[in-house]
Nanobody, 118 residues
């Protein structure tokens, strides 16, 4: 599985961005998909994940109520809608795929930069 993120950029605080992650292959719907982020000088951390069918989603407390993860299995794409952005959301955002529940993620994208100015 190859993952390619897009949609990052520079936005003012309070603004919105939608990230997309396009996956190759015909087995996209068999993977749990996640979004992670890494700010300068910090470790990569969990942002959100969505189940195979899209019926369940989970969020880090820091983004709950502001970010929404979704997926379109027909388009092999997972999205991260980010609203009410804050400067502390500035990071490189990565999407990832995992096949087994409670397992490490198997595949990662190259990342897309999100910068939120104050």
């Amino acid at each position: 599985v190859q993952l390619v993120e897009s949609g990052g950029g520079l936005v003012q605080a309070g603004g919105s961005l939608r990230l997309s992650c396009a996956a190759s292959g015909r087995t996209f719907s068999t993977y749990t998909m996640g979004w992670f982020r890494q700010a300068p000088g910090k470790e990569r951390g969990f942002v959100a994940r969505i189940s195979r069918s899209g019926g369940n989603s989970y969020y880090a407390d820091s983004v709950k109520g502001r970010f929404t993860i979704s997926r379109d299995n027909a388009k092999n794409t997972v999205y991260l809608q980010m609203n009410s952005l804050k400067p502390e959301d500035t990071a490189v955002y990565y999407c990832a795929a995992r096949y087994f529940t409670n397992h490490e993620y198997d595949y990662w994208g190259q990342g897309t930069q999100v910068t939120v100015s104050s």
